[in-house]
């Protein structure tokens, strides 16, 4: 078995444009000073740096974007044997970290992810009450706060957040479902554990189905994916927002099938130029 402590843990903080490190009172509900974790800040930002003056708290300016990008810098910085993805708009459950190391002491595989909450004893979704291993399918709906891992076995495996995906780059969503899907096609176990350790908001930048921005993400990961199945997916996703609702008339239809096919042909060839003019992407 295992034997981690709590000084094992890093957490990884991805922010911008911050000029200081008030943000981090909301998310430990505690003043800085009093913070008592190891953090890895990643603050992307062309005008602002910011600076930590706490030998737990580490700080590096990015002045590139993405949110990949930031994950990928974090890892690389980190130096703990266990580190934790987290959102600069999250709030940490009191006991998170002693869950979080219990779970790796008791469990050998490589990633764990854990249940975020909306509010104290409301959870995000209906999460399965037993400990299980988590499927490619089941992995897509992992949020990045839920995620931790042993940092050694994704460097070992060469796993990198892809940076074509997530926030900020081409293809602005699904960075978290390629990481934990490369992860297992490199052999790596997901562990789901039923354990709440942080609170976020109800809504996520992925909860819009018929916005282009996602649309067009998921033709591009169709597409990454297996080049045989994208187009079935496309008609698939289509229908599913038709028969959801979420799009009517077959104009609207059409344009939606049109952003897909867009994504899938744009991360085959690596041509940006549908995203010209259109900011939703």
């Known amino acids: 078995m295992n034997s981690y402590t709590n000084q094992d843990l890093q957490i990884l903080i991805a922010t911008m444009n911050r000029s200081d490190l008030s943000f981090l009172e909301a998310m430990f509900q ?24 706490y030998d737990n708290i580490q700080v590096v300016n990015d002045h590139s974007f993405g949110l990949s990008r930031s994950r990928n810098l974090a890892i690389e910085k980190a130096s703990a044997s266990i580190c934790w993805i987290l959102d600069d708009d999250c709030i940490l459950m009191e006991d998170a970290v002693d869950k979080i190391i219990a779970a790796h002491n008791h469990c050998e595989h490589e990633i764990i992810t854990f249940q975020t909450a909306i509010e104290k004893d409301l959870l995000f979704r209906n999460y399965d009450v037993v400990e299980e291993t988590l499927s490619r399918k089941r992995v897509r709906e992992v949020l990045s706060p839920e995620i931790t891992f042993k940092r050694e076995s994704i460097l070992v495996s ?28 490199k052999n790596l176990i997901v562990q789901f554990v039923p354990q ?21 993400a998921r033709g591009a ?57 259109h900011p939703d992407l």
């Not at 996520?204 to 067009?216: C, F, G, K, L, Q």
């Not at 799009?247 to 744009?266: A, E, I, P, Q, T």
């Open 221 to 277: 990961l169709a597409a990454r994916e297996n080049l045989w199945t994208a187009q079935i997916k496309q008609w698939k996703y289509v229908f599913f927002l038709w028969r959801k609702g979420y799009v009517k008339g077959w104009h609207n239809l059409y344009d939606k099938y049109m952003v897909f096919n867009h994504g899938m042909n744009d991360y085959l060839t690596g041509f940006e130029g549908h995203r010209i003019g």
């Open 196 to 216: 709440t350790i942080v609170i976020h908001d109800a809504h996520t930048s992925s909860d819009e189905p018929a916005n282009n921005r996602v649309i067009y």
């Open 158 to 185: 060469s796993i990198q957040f892809d940076t074509r995906f997530g926030l900020g780059a081409q293809f602005g969503d699904s960075e978290n479902y390629v990481f934990l899907t490369d992860a297992i096609d």
């Open 30 to 53: 505690c003043q800085v000073s009093e913070i008592k974790y190891h953090l890895i800040v990643i603050n992307q930002s062309k005008t602002t740096n910011l600076t930590s003056g």
